[in-house]
């Protein structure tokens, strides 16, 4: 039997944005035969239209009734998702969906984490003040976790189903992808990175705010990798 991708999104009043992203993703999945898919929109208390949308495009939506933030609205979609691979995709129509099939065959390949890299692909939603808070944080990352990872804070990342059956994801907000990458690091899983472009938001408003997401970020890397480091 084909192996099931999950694809989960989660949106936050993103009605300006979500039917273009479904609307790429599905034209990749019917391209792509040698998988399986399921579309997992977590709606995360929006106030506008956009889980009619989502449904609209034949995504399933589950709606976050607890604590808001992206990292409580992945932990839920992780919770519902099925798949031997899992691929968490952004709602601003900022990450790629054509991109998907290099990612999972970079997975076949025996990696266990694929992050999608804006500092080899290019971003279009780079300020001056993204970029220098990505150079500290991916240097930090370096520093605690011993991992060089040119782009470790990215949101589109690809990983193998072990990496989240096994642990219960604590984050409320961004730093989740920290925890993504240690969790992997747990289960000696290799992470790698490919080229990724990512475009200008679409519509809508931006979700993150550089100090107090940045501090988050830097915190989780700092306990993450301490703990990595002994073992924990």
Known sequence: MKKLVSVIIPAKDEEATIGKVLKDLNKVIKKTKKYRFEVIVVDDKSRDRTGIIAKRYK??????????????????????????????????????????????????????????????GGSEEYTFVRLVGNIILTSAFRIFFGVALSDALNGYKAFKRSIIDKYSYKSSDFEIEIELIANAMRENEKVSEIVSHERARAGGKMKSFAPVHG????????????????GL
């Open 59 to 120: 995504a399933r939506v589950v709606r976050n009734n607890g604590t808001s933030g992206k990292g409580k609205a992945l932990a839920l979609g992780f919770k519902h998702a099925e798949g031997d691979f899992i691929v968490m995709l952004d709602a601003d129509y900022s990450h790629m969906p054509e991109e998907i099939p290099v990612f999972l065959k970079k997975l076949e390949e025996s990696y266990g984490l694929i992050i999608g890299s804006r500092h080899l």
């Open 215 to 230: 501090t988050k970020f830097l915190l989780k890397i700092i306990s993450e990798g301490l703990k990595i480091r002994l």
